[in-house]
């Protein structure tokens, strides 16, 4: 069974993961090739803080937040493993603050002692009337991502540089399954109206002395609008702007100066921090994750796809109940070839 | 690990506490925390076994403090129950010389040199402050001065976040602004200097055992100090007689133990309220 997995981002690589942990007894030989024209450290998933959180509100999708929480309690299984500092997974834990009173946010049980903030606490954040403090997760591309092509590498899963233009030109080459885990860019492969970017520029700043995240929820400007504070393992995520259908990828002055000065006024030792650089990434933003699986007419053939796409500015955060998710479509597609080998008999 | 203190004992500490505590979380959350070393930390402290004490007079100071759920608790086996809570972390390497900073831009004079006699001392001076820590044993004569020996290591693991520290006060992981602090020991009587490879390996265990993370990191250096131990601070006034035959009033500041930090500016605070009594009061005196 050959497999061909198009994207390496942190959806990619977690997705061939998976169907290489729960397939690779069953189906032999189960060959899984990734293609892709951009490789870490130069993915979306770099680029991202590393910070595990879902948007506040899942706004009824209970199948996101259980693939969410998914994702947290296996990152959380590995934090005492020898490998957690090489995929980049650790501890932190800071404030969630909101301009008005608002309801506790969906992953409230996920997280480790989510609480309120107490007045004293609220008294730090001029401007914020309420406010939540949990530890969380971090998940830092950077590392995570090597760690996954590693994993992947040994246990001989190939990677090929090589732009995809179309599921056809894949499957003309060999693929019988074809799992489409290609972000933003989705709709060159394949239209889709309900995929925009959401660009987002970040600063990375040196200021080690802030352990703590800081996110601040503005509801009148949306998600990411507003400044928010990631230390990573070595630097400081400073946001962020969320500009839907802005396919830049160059950063902007503007909004350099914009984060800059929003986050000195929520943290203002950080105007004695030293910035090192800034970045922007588009996030892959759809109303709902895309997964699910498509089977395509080519002629005489069927294309048997599964779209793994669509994360938003949440990829890291859901990747592997996603994944999990993707293997178990990758499961029905088995049982049907199965099947369908069975009748020619 | 605090000592029985009588109610008197116990409301001072308290005030002490939280004068200290709210000076240093102001300065956290001032824009110059970068220059002072001074800096906003959370995490857990975790017993083996269920405290008498479940909750330290300090608790409310202190922000958010809680107890940990079960489900947090998984993540310390062999301990019983825990705690979290948010403090001020003072790295004094970077704190002191910012107050010495303040000190001489107010007008303060520093000068070098030991002290041996404070009567000969208190003769040049209208009032004498004694703050020798471990030094008051000789200086002042108090035997129930003695070195508590603590040792550190320096270590280099920046992915750590939380503070981590046992109840028992003999093992901790305390990350600072550039590095994070392991511990230790607390060997009261012990006036060693020198680095106990002994005690490092026990520290590194201890701590590995706490955050399997941390081997991932590295030492970066050890340190030994002597914490100046004592019942408790001793804060007061008396009268020194000096050879001139003036009385000088002499105030004490020393015994923090290892509250130097958590209780330096209370005590400060204590102390100068008592310099300004023993000021007003002295008689008027013409020098001739």
């Keep these: 069974m050959r497999v061909a997995v198009i994207g390496a981002g942190v959806i990619g690589l977690s997705t061939a993961q998976s169907i290489y942990e729960q397939y690779h007894g069953q189906v032999r030989p189960l060959t899984i090739e990734v293609y892709a024209d951009r490789f870490t450290p130069l993915t ?193 995520t400073v946001g962020g702007v969320f500009q839907l259908g802005n396919w830049s990828e160059m950063n902007s002055s503007g909004d350099h100066k914009k984060i800059w000065e929003e986050a000195c006024e929520l943290e203002p030792s950080l105007t004695h921090a030293r910035i090192v650089e800034d970045w922007t990434g588009l996030r892959p933003v759809r109303g709902r994750v895309r997964l699910e699986r498509e089977s395509i007419q080519s002629g005489p053939r069927t294309i048997e796809v599964i779209h793994n796409y669509g994360h938003g500015g949440y990829g890291l955060t859901i990747h592997r109940g996603c994944a999990q998710e993707a293997a178990r479509l990758f499961g029905e597609i088995l049982k049907l070839t199965r099947w369908e080998t069975k009748s020619h008999l | 690990m605090t000592p029985l203190l009588t109610d008197i004992q116990l409301e001072r500490q308290r005030r002490w506490f939280k004068e200290s505590f709210d000076h240093l979380l102001a300065i956290a959350q001032s824009s110059t925390c970068g220059e002072t070393g001074v800096i906003l930390s959370s995490g857990y402290q975790v017993f083996k076994e269920v405290p008498a004490e479940r909750r330290p007079y300090w608790a409310e100071y202190v922000l958010g403090f809680r107890d940990l759920s079960d489900r947090e608790m998984k993540r310390f086996p062999g301990h019983k129950f825990g705690q979290a809570f948010t403090t001020v972390k003072c790295e004094c390497t970077t704190y002191l010389p910012w107050l010495e900073k303040r000190f001489r831009k107010a007008g303060g004079e520093i000068q070098q040199g030991k002290v041996s006699d404070l009567q000969h001392l208190a003769d040049s001076y209208d009032i004498v402050v004694n703050c020798s820590g471990l030094g008051a044993r000789s200086l002042v004569g108090d035997a129930t001065v003695h070195p508590v020996r603590g040792q550190i290591l320096k270590f280099h693991a920046p992915w750590v976040k939380n503070f981590i520290r046992d109840g028992d006060g003999h093992t901790y992981i305390y990350p600072g602004v550039n590095s994070v602090t392991l511990g230790g020991t607390r060997q009261a009587g012990d006036w060693r200097l020198q ?94």
């Excluded at chain 1, 910070?51 to 899942?58: A, R, S, T």
């Excluded at chain 2, 209370?266 to 000021?279: E, H, I, N, S």
């Design chain 1, 44 to 236: 979306t998933s770099d680029g991202a803080a590393g910070f595990w959180q879902p948007y506040l509100y899942d706004k009824g999708n209970a199948e996101e937040t259980k693939w969410n929480k998914e994702t947290f309690d296996y990152l959380l299984s590995f934090l005492h493993s020898p490998d957690a500092i090489k995929m980049g997974i650790f501890l932190q834990s800071g404030y969630n603050l909101c301009t008005e009173s608002a309801p506790d946010p969906s992953f409230k049980d996920i997280v480790l002692g989510f609480r309120q903030l107490t007045d004293r606490e609220l008294e730090m954040f001029p401007g914020y009337s309420h406010g939540w403090f949990n530890t969380a997760l971090m998940v830092e591309g950077k590392s995570y991502l090597p760690w996954l092509m590693d994993w992947l590498i040994q246990r001989g899963v190939k990677f090929y540089d090589r732009k995809i233009n179309s599921f056809q030109e894949l499957a003309d080459s060999g693929a019988q399954v074809i799992i489409n885990c290609s972000g933003v860019r989705s709709g060159e492969l394949q239209p889709d109206p309900e995929l925009q970017p959401g660009r987002g520029q970040i600063l990375k700043v040196d200021a080690p002395w802030i352990k703590h995240w800081i996110l601040t929820h503005n509801f009148t400007k949306g998600t990411y609008n507003s400044p928010y504070i990631i230390p990573g393992s070595r630097l400081v």
């Design chain 2, 195 to 288: 680095v106990d490879a002994g005690d490092r390996e026990g520290i590194l265990e201890r701590c590995f055992r706490l955050d399997p993370s941390l081997r991932g990191g590295r030492v970066l250096g050890e340190w030994v100090g002597l914490r100046p131990g004592r019942e408790s601070p001793r804060v007061e006034v008396e009268q020194l007689k000096t050879p001139g035959g003036r009385e000088v009033p002499l105030v004490h500041n020393y015994g923090h133990g290892g509250w130097g930090v958590s209780l330096a500016w209370g005590t400060a605070l204590d102390a100068l309220g008592l310099v300004r009594q023993a000021l007003n009061q002295r008689p008027p005196m013409a020098r001739l």
